[in-house]
């Protein structure tokens, strides 16, 4: 018999919605194009690129409804 590996319901509904936000950026976007190295970004260019990758990935993930109810935030084990 084989291994039987568990995932919780939060753990599958991230991966789903992962998985379809990026599908959904992949399709909506040209295939790259191949340039010239960029230069290194400076501290303060990383840091404005980073929030905005957190909020462009917060708008994908708030498109799919995820019921409080559905898993508790903590695990609480005796």
């Known amino acids: 018999m084989g291994a039987k590996v568990k995932f919780t319901r939060r753990e ?12 959904a950026q992949t399709a909506s976007q040209p295939p790259p194009q191949t340039a010239p190295a960029s230069p290194p970004l400076s501290p303060d260019d990383e840091l404005k690129a ?5 909020r ?10 995820l019921p409080m109810s559905t898993e508790p935030a903590a695990r609480f084990k005796a």
């Open 56 to 65: 462009q990935n917060s708008e994908q993930l708030a498109k799919f409804p």
């Open 50 to 54: 980073a929030r905005e990758s957190n």
């Open 12 to 23: 599958i509904a991230t991966a789903l919605s992962t998985s379809a936000a990026l599908l």
